[in-house]
């Protein structure tokens, strides 16, 4: 019996920080790192994110946010016309009340060579605002690269 072609659909793959071989430098800031992707709807969206610290034990954080503002239509991989994003949320309840905190993926060095991890979440935005930026505990910024893939089967 023969296994069926995998269909994979319309799917988004780009490197949209940097790449793997001319990474951006981090800074303690969101601003300047980030950049807007366009996603095909419903999906399984995954961040690929190469890390290098300078220091063992410096962190990086990863903001996601989405928007289900369509795109200027005149130019589809293009910023969009208005958009608003919005970060998801965690909640935690004690006492009968739920606190929310909006949701910042972490990741701390172990080493200061090239680390690398991925991020998976369901998604239904039409756009999506990446965010990456470095806490230092010690030494210098380390750089990143961070590429995207998104499609109904990813």
Not at 74 to 99: E, L, M, N, R, W
């Amino acid at each position: 019996m023969s296994m069926p072609a995998l269909s994979y659909g319309l799917q988004a793959d780009k490197n949209i920080m940097g790449t793997e071989t001319t990474p951006v430098t981090l800074t303690n800031s969101y601003a300047g790192n980030n950049a807007i992707q366009v996603v095909s709807g419903t999906a399984i969206t995954t961040i690929y994110v190469q890390y290098t610290a300078q220091t063992a034990g410096n962190s990086i954080q990863v903001k996601v946010e989405g928007s289900p503002d369509n795109p200027d239509p005149k130019t589809p991989q293009g910023p969009p016309v208005t958009s608003f994003f919005y970060q998801d949320i965690s909640t935690s309840v004690a006492a009968g009340t739920a606190t929310a905190v909006r949701v910042e993926y972490s990741y701390t060095s172990l080493t200061t060579g090239a680390e690398r991890f991925r991020i998976s979440f369901p998604t239904a935005d039409r756009q999506m605002k990446i965010s990456i930026k470095e806490t230092v505990a010690a030494g210098s910024a380390g750089t990143a690269s961070v590429r995207v893939l998104n499609g109904p089967n990813n």
